[in-house]
């Protein structure tokens, strides 16, 4: 029995102690109570998270750490060997692996795991022509000057220009799209949380599973996007997030030297 008060209110939100199906749990200790704070908090947390339904943790597995030493190094080496391209083969991809590389993005966390993301899988050469058309439109007002010298200045090293060819070389195109409103269930209109972030590791999972599955990739952002709510007959609650070209490297392939340097560990981390 907790001795100091405290009142659950249904709203829903994270508070500095636990909370758990809309319950916010806010701690007022009597002074001169009894009962340690550390006490009444361990309690409360544990009334906190036993309104939902948990599962075994199952499919986790764990490996000696030698193993997990080598299995992190082949993982980075096998990373480090995706690049941007932007010279593509029109050689078909089946359908399937596109399929299967979306459903691993969909296992990404998110915020209240309410999943709001929605990917576009073109191949119709029919519309991936009218892509490239409204991104090519875009891209020379960009370039003609919406972009400012210094950014422009930024992207020389690069070689990019208005001209956006393997939006109809290659064999797909993803448009990424985020949800303002959805839910964990299809049909829901609630509010999503962390949308942004949310999206972003989607999107970072996808590239790492094209990789993974052989395909090369390239994320291309012409600037507004909103052409592709039209063409993909997405509602205008949705933002075009990226634009994510996929398919095998045209032969005689290059990539920019600029690209393949990285900063190293010692500028991207911190280690307390």
């Known amino acids: 029995m907790l001795s100091g008060l405290w009142y659950a209110t249904g709203i829903g939100r994270r508070a500095g102690l636990g909370v758990s199906s809309g319950f916010r749990f806010v701690l007022l200790t009597e002074p001169g109570s009894p009962t340690p704070r550390s006490e009444i908090e ?33 993982f980075y080496g096998e990373i480090r060997r995706r690049h941007s391209l932007r010279d593509f083969s029109d050689r078909p991809v089946p359908r399937g692996i596109i399929e299967t590389c979306i459903r691993a993005a969909g296992t990404a966390p998110s915020g209240a795991n309410h999943q ?14 009218l892509v490239r058309e409204k991104a090519e439109a875009e891209e020379r007002a960009f370039y003609g000057g919406k972009a400012g010298a210094e ?26 799209f ?14 999503n949380y962390y949308v942004s972030e949310s999206v972003g590791i989607a999107t970072g999972f996808l590239i790492c599973a094209l990789h993974h599955a052989g395909l090369a990739t390239l994320t291309h952002t012409p600037k507004p996007m909103g052409f ?12 075009p997030f990226v634009l994510l070209v996929t398919g095998y490297p045209a032969a005689g392939a290059t990539i920019p030297r600029h690209a393949t340097t990285k900063k190293p560990l010692e500028e991207i981390a911190s280690f307390f």
């Open 42 to 74: 361990r309690e409360l947390h544990e009334a906190s998270m036993s309104e939902h339904e948990t599962l075994p943790l199952s499919d986790f597995l764990e490996y000696p750490q030698p193993e997990m030493q080598a299995r992190a190094e082949a």
């Open 178 to 191: 985020a949800q303002r409103r959805g839910g964990p269930e299809a049909g829901q209109d609630l509010k």
């Open 151 to 176: 950014w422009l200045e930024a992207l020389a090293p690069l070689g990019t220009d208005a001209e956006k060819p393997f939006l109809e070389t290659a064999p797909w195109l993803i448009a990424i």
């Open 116 to 129: 709001p993301w929605h990917f576009a899988a073109i191949g119709d050469p029919a519309v991936k022509a």
């Open 228 to 239: 592709l709510n039209e063409i993909c007959g997405r509602p205008e609650s949705e933002r």
